[in-house]
């Protein structure tokens, strides 16, 4: 495992799609060496904190959050779409560092504009 950061797409209860729960999973990759384990690709609602929370309590070392930008609605030409707005998502992102996550970002739907608003969140 070495210096890597690993990360999974998860459900908001904390389980891979497979159903396993994804805590035990994290574990053993910072037992391997894992410099920092999270999930990445999970929505961003209000129950985002909470998936920190349960992590946190899971882990000993740094916890990796890149959520989306809430949940995609697929338009008529196919096309991903989030309507969540930069400032609700950078507030989702700020709880969740109060919950205890401390590599933050964002992954689908996000673009510059989220992460200046959560960098004006997160460092004001």
């Known amino acids: 495992a070495g210096a890597c950061m690993y990360s999974f797409t998860m459900q908001p209860d904390g389980s891979l799609f497979s159903g396993a729960p994804a ?11 894992a410099a920092a384990v999270g999930f ?9 904190p909470g998936l920190v929370s349960r ?9 990796l959050c890149k959520p989306n930008a809430g949940n995609p609605v697929i338009n008529p030409q196919g096309i991903a779409e989030y309507s969540m707005a930069p400032e609700e998502f950078s507030s989702i992102l700020l709880q969740c560092r109060e919950n205890g996550a401390q590599l933050l970002g964002g992954c689908c739907g996000t673009d510059p504009r989220f992460l200046a608003a959560a960098h004006q969140a997160l460092f004001r």
């Open 40 to 48: 990445n690709c999970v929505g961003a609602d209000a129950m985002t």
């Open 23 to 33: 805590a035990p999973v994290l574990r053993e990759l910072e037992k391997a060496g």
């Open 55 to 63: 992590l946190r309590r899971a882990l000993k070392g740094p916890l």
